[in-house]
């Protein structure tokens, strides 16, 4: 079965300071990858995604990036990070049907 | 593009009654609905979802939506509501066959009181 795997759950950074979350999938192959930001009382953003390695969209002008290194990896960064970046991030995967979106359990950061 | 629209952010309801979370959407295409659920300190998993077919769609822990082309609405209800329903729900559209994948609304509280 396929699993996604999303580290670390927490992070606490101060701002300037830079950044790198990762996300993995295993059981699949060539997925959609995807980062979503939830920031506090707000719905979820889409901020990247990715349909090959080396292939990343991006949504929004920001603060991040990302990066596709390997088939099943995804990793989210910022050079130096802003307090704005405060928020819960959620890694996804879908299959090429693109119906159904896998979610990791999320990464809390907080920038101060 | 799509747009998705969550009406309530704060629903408390009582146990055992009945609730309705409403969602509404935007689109010039046809698209797929969907509910995610957000329990407290955990990522989002899959309630329900409508891609063709029967516009009525039922989970399997007693939640339902019914989608409304006219109104273009997609409102999750349950009749009866637990203590273990509190969580975040989540209205989501989604074009058909991009990968570009899903317009989230900001987010309905359901908070279940005793």
């Known amino acids: 079965s396929q699993t996604i795997h999303q580290w670390p759950a927490t992070l606490v950074q101060p701002v300037g300071s830079p950044l790198s979350l990762e996300c993995t999938v295993e059981g699949t192959s060539n997925p959609n990858l995807y980062w979503y930001r939830q920031a506090a009382g707000r719905g979820l953003q889409l901020l990247f995604y990715?349909?090959?390695?080396?292939?990343i969209s991006s949504e929004v002008p920001q603060n991040l990036s990302a990066s596709r290194p390997q088939d099943r990896q995804f990793i989210l960064s910022s050079k130096k990070l802003l307090l704005s970046d405060s928020g819960f991030y959620l890694c996804?995967?879908?299959?090429?049907?693109?119906?159904?979106?896998?979610f990791g359990s999320g990464t809390q950061l907080s920038v101060l | 593009a799509q747009s998705v629209t969550q009406l309530d952010s704060q629903v408390p309801v009582f146990e055992e009654a009945p609730v309705e979370l409403r969602c509404n959407y935007s689109s010039s295409v046809s698209v797929y609905l969907f509910w995610y659920v957000q329990y407290p300190n955990q990522g989002l998993q899959l309630l329900l979802k409508?891609?063709?077919?029967?516009?009525l769609v039922e989970s399997i822990n007693g939640f339902e939506a019914e989608f409304n082309k006219s109104q273009t609405s997609f409102h999750l209800r349950k009749p009866s509501v637990h203590i273990s329903d509190t969580a975040e729900y989540f209205c989501?559209?989604?074009?058909?066959?991009?990968?570009?994948?899903?317009?989230f609304g900001s987010g309905t509280q359901l908070t279940v009181l005793p």
């Open positions: 996804a995967w879908s299959g090429t049907a693109h119906e159904k979106l896998f």
């Open positions: 989501a559209v989604k074009v058909s066959g991009s990968a570009r994948q899903l317009t």
């Open positions: 990715s349909v090959g390695i080396g292939q």
């Open positions: 409508y891609l063709s077919g029967s516009t």
